[in-house]
């Protein structure tokens, strides 16, 4: 069998919750009144019903309802809000905070003797260690829960355990083994007319399907799934759905249709915030990229989700990623970066799933299908315990080894941190010194200076036209300055409103033009913001002196292969004809945004940003002024 690319499942929620169909105007006027039970009720039906589409809004729901628990020591609430903040982590991809929030559920639901919530919550938790590739904490806390709720004849419990336990089958590539687990749980779900849990089982089977190369099968699964999560507004599972098919579509060699579906998926995870699906997005974007051989788009895209993934020291992913990575190093024949994914792929793959985790999950499902019964658990725990008696010594040499593992780690990241304080030091200095560069004094005593002339005529019409463009433009600079890319379109918004400031202060003195290529695409194209203003304002303030007729001003961006060439031309002194302290701030203005490229550009791309200043008066040609050029490569928005 071939192998497949991805796996895309979606985990089946261990709650008492499914989505409420309660109208949402009237749980929110319930907000509005003063019984606070009705109002801790209104906020859990709340947070279900926003829990697939509006994420945020969930969260904001779930935060308001257990403060008021807390408010009203109402213990089996708070851990129920508990365990659906850590349901939204998990699907989030906030592993760490959403097994934080269960085990409090956990610990809540132990101290008010709430066996539905111990399981609830064993089962989430499960699903978070699944996540991680911890598959032996996972498989033991969905064998403690699918026991139990045998023997309470748990419909819904049984179907949700039995769905986990296919899930993580998935995650092991033992599609065949999880195919039974899915078809029970779906058949449990319709015995309670569960609409979700109905579509979340065949999007699973369709999982199985699609890597077992039915395909005709995964699209029926597919399409009966996405229908239902369609009427019910659960946007995240759609979106999986469309993933499901454009993992088909790629198979059939259809990589740009693949890629189009995907990105379709792709803006759904990113309003959503789904940080485990916008990963897979972006390896599978990637992988297809790769293979229409548009290795550096590709790379551009494994960036993406090796910085997510990193971040969520999500090892199955970072292991897909890398190699991904090192075919498309291979294709360039960049040897050097291909050894260097080859190893990381080793690592990651170390990490996933060593020898001895397999033999204990082995073990644990021979436990799980021989014999179903809590009574046997105990034993086995009987039996650790003896066991640990007799290698006491072993265990605290063991123990001693950890501290000293875990000290090591804890050093280590406190270099790390380290480095990236001053890293982000740097950083914050050189855009200081940009924002006094663009903002200076100067400038905004000539525009405060303009406005007291205006003033002293009495012409308050201008006076109060060019305070308001003055803050306006003030306001535009410092939002754009707390991004480090913006589209190119906001670049040329803010730029124009700037020069045209600029030109009512001096009574349209001087002319300009802004040239674009046609093949930039101005609203997905990123570059640095305020990138151009300072050598705009150099040209205005120090370049069009009183002696030079018709002074003008021509700014461009043109396409060159990977990169966008931009300069800035104007027809005034030349830069050695100035002022020695203008001379200065021309210099500092170069060398700053050297400085920034460098930070924002050079470093992510490993590229050289090339500066260069050109006096065209010492130049054999008609033109006159100054000229100042250069390249940053070419940034597409995902």
């Not at 071939?2 to 499942?9: D, G, S, V």
């Not at 360039?332 to 970066?337: C, E, Q, R, T, V």
């Not at 030091?425 to 010194?433: G, L, Y």
């Amino acid at each position: 069998m071939r192998k497949k690319t991805a796996i895309l499942i979606s985990i089946l929620f261990f709650s008492n919750h499914f989505l409420s169909g309660q109208n949402t105007d009237s749980l929110i006027n319930i907000l509005q009144t003063e019984n606070t039970e009705e109002k801790i009720e209104a906020c859990l039906k709340l947070s279900n019903i926003y829990i697939y589409s509006k994420p945020d809004s969930a969260e904001y729901y779930l935060n308001y309802g257990l403060d008021l628990s807390v408010y009203e020591n109402d213990l089996r609430h708070q851990a129920i809000f508990l365990q659906q903040k850590g349901i939204l982590e998990n699907e989030r991809g906030n592993i760490s905070s959403a097994k934080k929030n269960l085990r409090k559920t956990i610990q809540i639901a132990q101290e008010i003797s709430d066996t539905s919530l111990i399981i609830s919550g064993s089962g989430n938790l499960g699903n978070s260690h699944m996540y991680v590739g911890e598959y032996e904490t996972a498989i033991e806390l969905f064998t403690y829960v699918a026991i139990i709720a045998e023997k309470k004849q748990d419909i819904k419990t049984i179907a949700t355990a039995n769905g986990a336990i296919g899930n993580l089958y998935v995650y092991m590539k033992s599609y065949e083994k999880a195919l039974p687990y899915y078809e029970k749980s779906k058949e449990n779900f319709e015995k309670l007319n569960l609409e979700i849990g109905i579509a979340l089982s065949l999007m699973n089977i369709a999982v199985v399907f699609y890597n077992t190369e039915r395909y005709d099968f995964a699209l029926d699964n597919y399409e009966k799934a996405s229908e239902i999560f369609k009427e019910t507004n659960n946007l995240l599972n759609y979106a999986k759905c469309i993933s499901g098919v454009s993992r088909i579509l790629s198979f059939k060699k259809q990589y740009k249709t693949a890629i189009n579906e995907e990105k379709n998926a792709l803006k759904v995870y990113k309003d959503l915030n789904a940080k485990i699906d916008i990963i897979s997005s972006f390896s599978f974007i990637a992988s297809n990229n790769l293979k229409l051989k548009l290795y550096k788009k590709a790379i551009l895209y494994l960036d993406s989700g090796f910085n997510i993934a990193s971040e969520e020291n999500n090892y199955h992913h970072l292991s897909i990623l890398s190699t991904t990575y090192k075919s498309c190093y291979d294709s360039l024949k960049d040897y050097k970066n291909a050894y260097h994914y080859s190893k990381l792929l080793k690592t990651y793959s170390d990490s996933i799933f060593n020898k001895e985790s397999n033999e204990r999950f082995s073990q644990l499902e021979i436990e799980y299908e021989t014999a179903q019964k809590e009574q046997e658990i105990e034993l086995l725990k009987k039996n650790e315990e003896l066991l640990n008696k007799e290698n006491r010594n072993r265990q605290i040499l063991l123990i001693g080894l950890v501290i000293l593992l875990l000290f090591s780690i804890l050093l280590f990241f406190l270099l790390y941190n380290r480095y990236k304080l001053r890293t982000n030091k740097k950083t914050i200095e050189v855009e200081q010194k940009l924002l006094r560069i663009q903002m200076n004094p100067h400038f905004i005593f000539n525009a405060l200076f303009a406005i007291e002339s205006f003033m002293n005529k009495n012409d308050l019409k201008k006076s109060v036209l060019y305070m308001s463009n003055f803050s306006k433009l003030m306001r535009m600079i410092l939002e754009s300055s707390r991004k480090n890319l913006i589209c190119l379109n906001k670049e040329i918004e803010i730029l124009e409103y700037y020069i045209g400031f600029q030109m009512l202060r001096f009574n349209n003195k001087f002319t300009y033009k802004i040239e674009i290529s046609d093949n930039i695409d101005k609203e997905n194209t990123l570059i640095p913001p305020m990138l151009v203003q300072p050598f705009v304002e150099n040209a205005i303030e120090h370049g069009f002196t009183k002696d030079i007729k018709s002074p003008e001003l021509i700014i461009s961006f043109i396409s060159e292969n990977n990169y966008i060439s931009v300069s800035i031309q104007d027809n005034g002194k030349g830069i050695n004809k100035t002022h020695t302290n203008k001379t200065n701030h021309q210099s500092l203005a170069i060398q700053i945004t050297k400085e920034r490229l460098s930070l924002i550009i050079g470093k992510k791309h490993k590229k050289n940003i090339n500066l260069e200043v050109l006096n065209l008066n010492k130049l054999n040609t008609e033109q006159k002024g100054t000229k100042i050029s250069f390249k940053i490569p070419h940034i597409e928005e995902f």
